[in-house]
């Protein structure tokens, strides 16, 4: 029925009245839509923002690591995973950004990457490239594995330079070898790429002299081209020459030559003409004072970077006075580098008390940790103990939930002889990131540091509880733990002895090559009784005496010794000092040694 306020209405003003009152409906219906909307569908919205914002984060992070410019790229990568951190374009940049800056918290981002998304070909070459700095050898070979598969994408030369750096931390030069050649005979392969290969070959070379020649002919061959990877392999032949007194046989260049090249590429800064001025002091020692005057007024009124490598090149050849004359300390507060280049060289004078007043003052800002070490060393050389313990445990203190820090510090200590504090920073970062293998390393360096077997094998059974799978941590566990049977308890521990060989024999069928895992083989048989299957241990590898560890030696002569080979056991251990080894070790050849 029509309103009574409408009965006087015409029709075209009914119609009218009608159209706005749908109009008036449809508004309030929209608003009612858009409430709700807010309510119910605001959240989603707001998040798909977030993500998206957080890829063009990460698309920055990604170009500026491409530019080698880190600072900025670390706070793309930061500003990506804060707006959404589960974000896969954002966990990747993070992965990225901690692998291509040499930090081992990297491997619980390419985790969290994989649960969320496949990881690609690059992902894969970074997650095997921190794995190998982190001493991951299982993470590292399943990565190296599915890019040698073909499987993402065509294998290129940096997937066998991979798989060559897992094969020398396995003990296996063959295997590495094989894996240079094809970088080698790849035309694909970058400069670089063949450089790197090069110096892994001259690493895995020792009584090779045909590996040697090699490697160092493609460093020559790389050295000629006008790019970055030519100027860096000009810099590791002049600095071969450099350090040794006597120039390698076959060497492919004169330090004369290398000189010239250096100063007329076209790339060469101040560190690389500091070098060549090197090569010249080596061939012309009388014109030393010269050169160095030279060098000083060249680039003392460089910029920052040029100055702080000249400060470098001053403290390194031990001309400390020289280099507070050339650079003051109002032009050594430019720049933090300048600044700890101005500490080392009042160090090199023994001036301790200045270098302490300087910090002390906070003359330049410093990160409190690197301040607290600094001025713990200040005290240990002021014979001030109380002060420098304080120091140190101030330094833990600053360093504290920060894995960078605590390594920088333990690394710091431990070089100092501050082994107190190196074990405890070491012990905290390896429980703020469990998975961090460089302070597990610390912490087994410490060990070893002792001497005891038994603390030795206490952190490697730690270890294999992170790292069930790594060949080189169940090898050395074992090994430790082997070392600790003595030889009465074999028969009571005979079930575990057993074990022992059956993975020592399975890690050998694995990584034929690899002297570490034939040298445990050998010596759980040798224990077993089985004198003949221990010197079998041996067949069929080759291994220069040059790249023979002191434990090796220490076992196969006393396998020799068992199997009747007494001379031969003599010869073998003939440079070996039983103070060097292990207890254990020792024990074995002290009869052959008499």
């Known amino acids: 029925m029509p309103r009574a306020d409408d009965i006087m209405l015409t029709t075209e003003e009914l119609r009218l009245r009608v159209r706005k009152r749908n109009r008036l409906l449809l508004v309030l219906a929209l608003v009612l839509a858009l409430g709700l909307g807010a309510v119910f569908g605001g959240r ?30 670390r706070k793309e990568a930061t500003a990506a995973s804060q707006l959404w951190p589960n974000e896969p374009e954002a966990l990747r940049a993070v992965a990225r950004f901690l692998s291509r800056t040499r930090q081992a918290q990297a491997l619980e981002f390419w ?20 794995a190998l700095i982190a001493g991951d050898d299982t993470r590292a070979k399943r990565a190296i594995d599915a890019l040698l598969s073909g499987k993402n994408g065509a294998v290129k030369p940096m997937d066998h330079l991979l798989a060559a750096q897992l094969a020398i931390r396995q003990g296996a030069p063959s295997e590495a070898h094989e894996a240079l050649l094809k970088v080698f005979g790849d035309p694909q392969a970058t400069g670089r790429e063949k450089l790197q290969a090069a110096l892994l070959e001259n690493a895995i070379s020792a009584g090779n002299d045909g590996w040697r020649e090699e490697a160092w002919s493609w460093v020559k061959k790389v050295s000629d081209a006008n790019d970055d990877a030519g ?36 790339l060469a800064r101040a560190p690389q003409k500091l070098l060549a001025i090197d090569l010249r002091i080596r061939e012309q020692k009388e014109t030393r004072d010269e050169l160095i005057a030279k060098a000083i007024e060249q680039w003392k009124a460089g910029e920052p970077e040029e100055t702080a490598a000249l400060a470098t090149w001053l403290n390194g050849k031990g001309e400390f006075q020289r280099e507070l004359d ?49 001025l713990a060393r200040c005290n240990a050389q002021l014979g001030e103990k109380a002060a420098g313990e304080n120091n140190w445990q101030r330094a833990l203190e600053a360093a504290r939930g920060d894995p960078a820090k605590l390594l920088m510090l333990a690394g710091y200590a431990e070089k100092n002889g501050a082994l107190e504090t190196a074990r405890a920073a070491y012990d905290e970062a390896a429980a703020e990131s469990p998975t961090l293998r460089a302070a597990h390393q610390g912490r087994l360096r410490l060990a070893q540091a002792t001497n005891e077997t038994k603390k030795i094998h206490d952190v490697l059974a730690e270890m294999l509880i992170i790292w069930p799978n790594d060949p080189a941590v169940l090898n050395d566990e074992a090994y430790t733990r082997l070392l600790l049977v003595e030889q009465a308890q074999v028969e009571s521990r005979k079930n575990e002895v057993e074990n ?39 067949s069929n590898i080759q291994v220069s005496r040059g790249a023979l560890t002191l434990s090796a030696l220490a076992v196969h002569a006393a396998v020799l010794a068992a199997n009747g080979r007494r001379d031969d056991a003599v010869s073998e251990i003939r440079d070996v000092d039983p103070k060097r080894l292990l207890p254990e070790e020792a024990a074995l050849i002290s009869a052959i040694k008499r």
């Open 500 to 538: 022992i060989e059956r993975l020592a024999a399975d890690l050998v069928r694995r990584e034929p090559s690899s002297l570490p895992h034939r040298t445990l083989l050998a010596l759980v048989r040798l224990r077993l009784g089985k004198f003949s299957e221990a010197l079998d241990a041996y």
């Open 326 to 374: 050339a650079i003051p300390l109002e032009k050594a507060l430019q720049s933090r580098d300048l600044f700890l280049q101005h500490i080392d060289a009042l160090g090199g004078l023994g001036r301790w008390k200045e270098i302490k007043e300087l910090l002390d003052r906070d003359t330049f800002p410093l990160d409190p940790v690197v301040q607290k070490m600094y």
């Open 231 to 266: 100027l860096d392999a000009l810099s590791v032949l002049a600095q071969t020459i450099v350090s040794q007194e006597k120039i390698p046989e076959n060497f492919p260049a004169s330090a004369l030559d290398l000189a010239q090249k250096l100063e007329a590429h076209p």
């Open 44 to 73: 989603p919205i707001t998040h798909a923002i977030k993500a998206w914002q957080a890829r063009r984060h990460a698309q920055s992070a990604f170009a500026l690591m491409e530019k080698e410019q880190w600072n900025d790229a």
């Open 111 to 130: 985790d969290r990457l994989e649960k969320e998304n496949r990881l690609t070909r690059a992902d894969l070459t970074d997650e095997a490239s921190i």
